[in-house]
Nanobody
């Protein structure tokens, strides 16, 4: 059973950098065909895809957030990190990490973390 757990500060001041960690257990973040996603949901809005890091270690970001986003990983700890710089109150959201499988036309989200609330406020 794969488990994902997000962690990080619940409150970030405007203009600072938001930093979250997703710790993965029950599966390796280097396993082939898997992509490790960061997704958020602002209050009252739908899910917004932030980006991912592939099993190869290559990241890819949403164009709308690319200039402020960095996704990295630590394979020795089997965890992922999201950094979002220059945050504003509009970055307030529940942040999720999730695993996405993609191979030969079979693609799906199969595991999600429980999410962590991040509020941007002074």
């Amino acid at each position: 059973q794969v488990q994902l757990q997000e962690s990080g500060p619940g409150l970030v001041k405007p203009s600072q950098t938001l930093s979250l960690t997703c710790t993965v257990s029950g599966g390796s973040i280097t396993a082939t065909y898997y992509y490790w996603m960061w997704i958020r949901q602002p209050p009252g809005k739908g899910l917004e895809w932030i980006g991912y890091i592939a099993s190869t270690g290559s990241p890819y970001y949403s164009p709308s957030l690319k200039s402020r986003t960095s996704i990295s990983r630590d394979t020795s700890k089997n965890h992922l990190t999201l950094q979002l710089s220059s945050v504003t109150p509009e970055d307030t959201a529940v942040y999720y990490c999730a695993r996405y499988y993609n191979n030969a036309g079979d693609s799906r989200y199969d595991y999600w973390g429980q999410g962590t609330q991040v509020t941007v406020s002074s």
